[in-house]
Every structure is written in structure tokens, then in C-alpha cells.
């Protein structure tokens, strides 16, 4: 069982929606998640940080947290063509998912 | 800041031939981490040093990859000899902290062995 798991995808929404990426991790004692987006050809950058069960908002994005069901999610509210992108889950910083490659029509 | 530097960009070479793959920190930045990026597999995390030491090297696939930290502003990841499946994307990152908040990934290596 791979430690992390993610839908390869892709996920297409339309322009406006909301966009829903889901994570699931084995190690009950992690800690701290991370959700990275990737674009086409360039490396990953972190987009947000949860530690504790529950929601997490910035702007557009919300994470969210159940450590007792081992699942991480990202929401992207009103979603843009912009966003498309492969968005990676890490789990304690150093664990990456194989990503979810998120395709968002005009 | 320049951000995490890595050289070359792009690299070809043939099968059993020695790669070095060369990654610069950010300045300040005490953690340093090599991954690898493949379609199947994804990012994995091959080693990562604290402060130019080697903290956790389980990542590395086999003693054909080695790699060293000799100051605080230069690593390098060298694979002697080079495998076709060794072709991926490897990424160089840095982060100043021991609780890993966010990792400044470079622009990455594309290596391609034929």
C-alpha cells in the first residue's frame, strides 16, 4: 500500500466551480500536510499547510483534515483555467502522492 | 533571493556513462533535499541533509547513486554508472526550518539516459 494516495485524475471542471482533490495517507502519527501545485514542466510549490482537524481557508483554497479517517482535501472555489495544474499531497513534509492532475475549461 | 539553483537543466547522456547533477540552497537554508520525479512513481524523496551532513538516505535506489554536501552553498547527486531508468526529473530543495513548512523546490534537472 503506497503511503500516500491520490486519483491520478484528470478532474475537469468548468470555469466557476469548485474543484475537489482528495488524499489518503497510511501513518496514523503524521503530523502535518501539504498541498503543492505543479504546472506543466516546472517544479512544485506549496499553495497550503494543515496540522489540525478541520478547515483550513485561504483565499480560493480550503484544506481539510480528519486524522481520525487518515484524509486531507483541497478545495479550489470558483475555479480558473489558471488552476489547471497537478496538485500533490505531501503528508510530514517529506511524502508525496502521485498528484491530481486538475483540468479547469473556459 | 535567486531561489534553489540546479544545473544543467537538461541533460543526455548514454547508458553507463557518470551524470552529476549540481543544486545551490537558498542562503540560510539548513535542509537540503534531493527527489526524483517520475510519471509512475512520482516524487521521492532519495536523501536530504541537516547542516551538510546526510540525515536520511533510505530514498537512494542503489549504491549506483551517491551523493554529497561539501558546504552549506553546494550539493551534487552523481550516478556512476547511468541506467535508462534512472531518465526522470530530479528536483533539489531547500527549507530553513526542522519542522519542514515549506519546501523551495528548483527548477529541477531533466536527465535522459539512452
Known amino acids: 500500500q503506497k503511503e500516500v494516495e491520490q486519483n491520478s485524475g484528470p478532474l475537469s471542471v468548468p470555469e466557476g466551480a469548485i474543484a475537489s482533490l482528495n488524499c489518503t495517507y497510511s501513518?496514523?502519527?503524521?503530523?502535518?500536510f501539504f498541498w503543492y501545485r505543479q504546472y506543466s514542466g516546472k517544479s512544485p510549490e506549496l499553495i497550503m499547510s494543515?496540522?489540525?482537524?478541520g478547515d483550513k481557508e485561504d483565499g480560493r483554497f480550503t484544506a481539510q483534515l480528519n486524522k481520525a479517517s487518515q484524509y486531507v482535501s483541497l478545495l479550489i472555489r470558483d475555479s480558473q483555467p489558471s488552476d489547471s495544474a497537478t496538485y500533490l499531497c505531501?503528508?510530514?513534509?517529506?511524502?508525496f502522492g502521485t498528484g491530481t492532475r486538475l483540468l479547469v475549461s473556459p | 533571493d535567486a531561489g534553489v539553483i540546479q544545473s544543467p537543466r537538461h541533460e543526455v547522456t548514454e547508458m553507463g556513462q557518470e551524470v552529476t547533477l549540481r543544486c545551490k540552497p537558498i542562503?540560510?537554508?539548513?535542509?537540503l533535499f534531493w527527489y526524483r520525479q517520475t510519471m509512475m512513481r512520482g516524487l521521492e524523496l532519495l536523501i536530504y541533509?541537516?547542516?551538510?551532513?546526510?540525515?536520511?538516505d533510505s530514498g537512494m535506489p542503489e549504491d549506483r547513486f551517491s551523493a554529497k554536501m561539501p558546504n552549506a552553498s553546494f550539493s551534487t547527486l552523481k550516478i556512476q554508472p547511468s541506467e535508462p531508468r534512472d531518465s526522470a526529473v530530479y528536483f533539489c530543495?531547500?527549507?530553513?526550518?526542522?519542522?519542514?513548512?515549506?519546501?523551495?523546490f528548483g527548477p529541477g534537472t531533466r536527465l535522459t539516459v539512452t
Open positions: 541533509f541537516n547542516n551538510n551532513v546526510p540525515i536520511d
Open positions: 494543515i496540522y489540525s482537524n
Open positions: 505531501a503528508v510530514s513534509a517529506l511524502v
Open positions: 542562503s540560510g537554508h539548513d535542509y
Open positions: 530543495a531547500s527549507t530553513p526550518s526542522g519542522s519542514f513548512p515549506e519546501q523551495y
Open positions: 501513518d496514523r502519527g503524521s503530523q502535518s
